[in-house]
């Protein structure tokens, strides 16, 4: 089980602090990924960060987002700076379907297991 929270409004240039717990499984097995998905758009992912741990952030958030892992507190968080009017999206987090990945987790298709979301708003 995934349950993401944090989410809310946010003015054009400020901060939110993504939350994942994750229950029922090795949590430090696995990638975990943040995924968003905008009014109208496709999903997209945001940042991985694979078992060992190695991160991937998109290009789009690239300097401004951080993803973490805290295996201790089965936790993924997701640091989002300078946010922008266009970062606005309901946003999942994710559990890869294979453990102990060679690869980082780059594509949707690669998570089996997604959180009910939470929705991020940023005003301009």
């Known amino acids: 089980q995934l349950q993401a929270s944090g989410g809310g409004l946010v003015q054009a240039g400020g901060s939110l602090r993504l939350s994942c717990a994750a229950s029922g499984y090795t949590f430090s097995n696995y990638a975990m990924g943040w995924l968003r998905q905008a009014p109208g758009k496709e999903r997209e992912l945001v940042a991985t960060?694979?078992?060992?741990?190695?991160?991937y952030v998109a290009d789009s958030v690239k300097g401004r987002f951080i993803i973490s892992r805290d295996n201790a507190k089965n936790r993924v968080y997701l640091q989002m700076n300078s946010l922008k009017p266009e970062d606005t999206a309901v946003y999942y987090c994710?559990?890869?379907?294979?453990?102990?990945?060679?690869?980082?987790?780059?594509?949707?298709?690669?998570?089996?297991?997604w959180g009910q979301g939470t929705l991020v708003t940023v005003s301009s």
């Open positions: 994710a559990r890869e379907g294979q453990a102990w990945g060679s690869d980082l987790a780059k594509n949707d298709v690669d998570y089996a297991y």
């Open positions: 960060i694979s078992w060992r741990p190695a991160t």
